[in-house]
């Protein structure tokens, strides 16, 4: 089967850095997305790797390493506003048009 | 300005009645998706459609119906058929291809009492 998994809950301290991870099991996907969600909200698009490495927009990155089956999303300087959950999404091949989501983190800014 | 539009953005029903939600975009994407999403939960797709006049079931069809008669307009009918209705219903686009960046509407929360 295909699946994506991340961690339900992540906290961190205003101005910090942090790191949202996801794993995932998956025949073959054309890439790896991230969306956020603010509460009551509609997710929105952050980035896509389709290539391993890092791609940088702003302050966030995100990275993939499809010979660990392993993605993160990096978050630099934490403002409160980035409070919301991530999602991982992956890209399947057998489908042009289909994502397959991971179940979302929470991350939690403190002061 | 192009976009997805979802109405209404709450409705409230009462059990055993149907009531179906709309979803319209302007982005001239050839792909829609509807997703139900429960408190503190990830997204699930009910259906998604590729084509016009084309629709196929996500992993969680049952008690919900889609018809796809023009590109721009992606309605769901939540049937009283679903046993637990109430949610977060969240319709998206995308076009073919590419990173399969999907674009979402404001969502409609449904409460059934």
């Known amino acids: 089967g295909q699946s994506l998994e991340q961690p339900s809950e992540v906290t961190a301290v205003e101005g910090a850095i942090v790191q949202i991870n996801c794993t995932y099991q998956t025949s073959g996907f054309y890439g790896l997305s991230w969306y956020q969600q603010h509460d009551g909200g509609a997710p929105t698009f952050l980035s896509y790797?389709?290539l391993d490495g890092l791609e940088e927009t702003g302050r966030f990155s995100s990275f993939l390493s499809r010979s660990d089956s392993y993605g993160y999303l990096l978050l630099q300087e934490l403002q409160m506003k980035d409070s919301a959950s991530y999602f991982c999404?992956?890209?399947?091949?057998?489908?042009?048009?289909?994502?397959?989501w991971g179940a979302g983190t929470k991350l939690i800014i403190k002061p | 300005d192009g976009g997805i539009t979802q109405s209404p953005k709450y409705l409230f029903r009462k059990e055993g009645q149907n009531v179906t939600l709309s979803c319209e975009q302007n982005l001239n994407h050839d792909a829609m998706y509807w997703y139900r999403q429960d408190p503190g939960q990830g997204l699930r797709l009910i259906y998604y459609?590729?084509?016009?006049?084309?629709?196929q079931k996500g992993d969680i069809a049952e008690g919900y119906s889609v018809s796809r008669e023009k590109k721009e307009s992606f309605p769901l009918t939540v049937t009283s058929a679903q046993k637990n209705p109430t949610a977060f219903y969240l319709c998206a686009s995308s076009r073919q291809g590419g990173n399969n960046e999907q674009f979402f509407g404001p969502g409609t929360r449904l409460t059934v009492l």
């Open positions: 790797n389709a």
């Open positions: 999404a992956a890209s399947p091949m057998d489908s042009n048009y289909q994502l397959i």
């Open positions: 459609s590729q084509i016009v006049n084309d629709f």
